[in-house]
């Protein structure tokens, strides 16, 4: 949804750099924690879903009509999703942590579908994929088959 964690933090009054501490797995995910996140990004319209059949958990945008046509809303999720950092995505997808960091920021002039194509497979390596938009609800990322729970890492978003 384009917060920092410090925004999160300021949204959620939350103490200073607690995101960061949850991210870099140093604290752990309170319950309350956990439903303040989810309660701020359902009413941002994100929606969670469940795994169903092969498929894994993963989160959607609950309506079609965002405009993101690389995907760049859905990087960091996607990220996520694979507990990979800017750094480790773009070491295993073989382009510039810069390129990684700028797209995130949406600071880019030009985007090339060959990285942004390195990039999606590098999160399919992870078990991670984006989802299409259709005519009932958004574009998202899921896990591309339902991992054991020691593989899920956590699946909300940044």
């Known amino acids: 949804m384009g917060y920092t964690q410090t925004g999160i933090e300021n949204l959620l009054e939350l103490k200073f750099r607690s995101v960061y501490t949850l991210e870099a797995r140093r604290y752990k995910l309170t319950p309350r924690f956990a439903y303040l996140l989810q309660e701020k990004y359902e009413a941002e319209g994100v929606e969670f879903t469940d795994a169903s059949g092969p498929v894994g958990q993963g989160i959607r945008w609950k309506l079609p009509g965002r405009?993101?046509?690389?995907?760049?809303?859905?990087?960091?999720?996607?990220?996520?999703?694979?507990?990979?950092?800017?750094?480790?995505?773009?070491k295993l997808a073989g382009v510039d942590k810069s390129f990684v960091a700028r797209f995130e920021r949406d600071d880019f002039d030009g985007v090339s579908q060959a990285k942004l194509d390195r990039i999606e497979q590098a999160l399919k390596t992870k078990n991670v994929?984006?989802?299409?938009?259709?005519?009932?609800?958004?574009a998202g990322v899921r896990w591309i088959k339902n991992p054991a729970p020691t593989e899920q890492h956590s699946k909300l978003p940044q």
Do not use: V, W
Request: net charge positive.
């Open 129 to 138: 994929e984006f989802t299409r938009e259709t005519a009932a609800f958004g």
């Open 67 to 90: 405009k993101d046509p690389y995907r760049r809303a859905l990087l960091p999720a996607a990220r996520g999703l694979a507990n990979l950092s800017q750094a480790q995505l773009a």
